[in-house]
Nanobody, 118 residues
């Protein structure tokens, strides 16, 4: 059983930065680890992902050039560094892990709130 625990998040002004961390436990070495977000009244959307084994990354177009996902194998941690934040980045951010299939069918953290004020 894979367990994901997020930390970070909070309130920041537009243009500011925040860092989210996700600590994983369990058999996740062959997983894709990532972050998704859900704004009020909207669907949960993909933000960024990293292949735990290879380190290859992928980003949603809306965050390319502003967000960076990375992993620390020794600490079993996935980090999302968010720079140049915009009010439209406001959402609950969820850490997720999966093998094949969709993110919906994978493992999820409890979510952490990110609020960007204008």
């Amino acid at each position: 059983q894979v367990q994901l625990v997020e930390s970070g998040g909070g309130l920041v002004q537009a243009g500011g930065s925040l860092r989210l961390s996700c600590t994983a436990s369990g058999p996740f070495s062959n997983f894709f680890m990532g972050w998704c977000r859900q704004a009020p009244g909207k669907e949960r959307d993909f933000v960024a992902a990293i292949n735990w084994s290879s380190g290859n990354t992928a980003y949603a177009d809306s965050v390319k050039g502003r967000f960076t996902i990375s992993r620390d194998n020794a600490k079993n941690t996935v980090t999302l560094q968010m720079n140049s934040l915009r009010p439209e980045d406001t959402a609950v951010y969820y850490c997720a892990g999966k093998t094949a299939g969709t993110w919906k069918d994978g493992y999820w953290g409890q979510g952490t709130q990110v609020t960007v004020s204008s």
